[in-house]
């Protein structure tokens, strides 16, 4: 769903910009009670992860195809704060270095496909998490739903930016069916592999996973034949100081198969998206893409004529750029986090010890 530039005019565009730049900021003060030395190069990881698997698209109709947004994985893993900091990181490199995404339109993909699925999704999962068993398979599930509903969201509210500044005169009834529709199709994609991820995160490092910090049931005691819940325990329990480091291992290893072999395997459909502005004429006024000649624009490396390893090559440096910048920003903010705790607090909670 990375807008062109052309598809939305220039003041919209700016004001697009304005907003995601507010959103940004806003979230880079909340990152600061999201991160700590532990997760900040979890987040950076989770940046490229999400390039990664951006780059399989998976076909989801007749001559259409979707990808992985990101939104609704990076909140629950990470947080919704750092979440738009992924997403935003990864739109970043996407447009810089592979022409994906239009550049003035950065700030609209920002706040389509950072902001808006971030919020929905989170602000989902987390209301169907405190109805639901605290159990592993209960924040699956809401993971599942929660990214499944984000897309169809960020297609409306790709509509509702074009219905205020498209460039082409289309019924905006017809957009709005048409992007909708699609994107339901991809949002069952985008649900089963946040779920997957989510659950496989938990089953090894629940402690690691965002949306699930506070979500375990409390301990019981049994006294005098009743039970009652146990004492909150006055610090953290031990696994939270575990590393990270096979998990991060691990993380890297699969993001890079992913964007340097699998990625040959993707549909070459256009996604919803394009499909849609194809159909309907939304890119009669598409222009082209300020980095076309950048040496890895299209996701290709110039020079290598050979389709799959270029294409590898590619993505393996798409992935390395993104980790390196993503986990530098995180870094710096959960470093800063560090600098305005007052002394002698926890670095995890911010209490005193």
């Known amino acids: 769903m990375h807008v062109p530039d052309g598809f939305i005019n220039a003041p919209v565009s700016a004001v697009a ?75 970043l490199m996407q447009g810089i270095l592979f ?20 919020v929905v999704a989170y602000a989902l999962f987390r209301g169907l998490v405190s109805v639901l068993p605290r159990t592993r398979r209960s924040m699956t599930a809401a993971s599942f739903v929660a990214a499944l509903v984000s897309v169809p969201a960020a297609a409306a509210a790709f509509t509702l930016m074009y219905w205020i500044g498209g460039t082409t005169d289309i019924p905006i009834g017809k957009v709005f069916t048409a992007m909708v529709g699609v994107h339901v199709l991809i949002g069952i994609g985008e649900a089963a592999i ?9 089953a090894v490092r629940p402690d690691l996973v965002h949306g699930a910090r506070g979500l375990t049931a409390p301990l019981k005691l049994r006294i005098d034949g009743e039970l009652v819940d146990a004492p909150a325990p006055a610090r953290e ?17 699969t993001a890079l198969v992913l964007a340097g072999f699998v990625s040959f395997y993707a549909s070459a459909n256009p996604d919803g998206l394009e499909k849609v502005a194809t159909d309907q004429g939304i890119d009669k006024e598409a222009k082209d893409h300020a980095a076309k000649d950048s040496p890895l624009a299209d996701y290709g490396v110039r020079d290598v004529s050979d389709a799959r ?42 209490e005193k010890v």
């Open 17 to 91: 910009g304005v907003v995601a730049a507010g959103a940004v900021a806003v979230s880079l003060k909340g990152a600061r009670r999201e991160l700590d030395e532990r997760t900040a190069p979890l987040a950076g990881l989770v940046s490229a992860f999400i390039f990664a698997v951006q780059m399989l698209n998976f076909p989801v109709a007749a001559g259409t195809s979707g990808h992985l947004l990101g939104g609704a994985l990076a909140a629950i893993l990470v947080g919704p704060y750092t979440g738009i900091l992924c997403i935003s990181v990864v739109l």
């Open 237 to 253: 329990p031990a696994v939270a100081h575990r590393s990270t480091k096979g998990l991060w291992a691990t993380g890297l290893v």
């Open 99 to 118: 022409a994906d995404g239009g550049l003035t339109a950065l700030g609209v993909n920002i706040l389509d496909m950072g902001v808006v699925t971030t």
């Open 194 to 202: 946040t779920a997957l991820t989510v659950g496989a995160v938990i």
């Open 309 to 350: 390893l270029s294409g590898g090559l590619a993505g393996i440096i798409g992935v390395g750029a993104t980790l390196v910048v993503g986990s530098g920003a995180f870094y710096v903010v959960s470093r800063r986090r560090t600098k305005d705790e007052p002394a002698g607090s926890d670095s995890r909670t911010g």
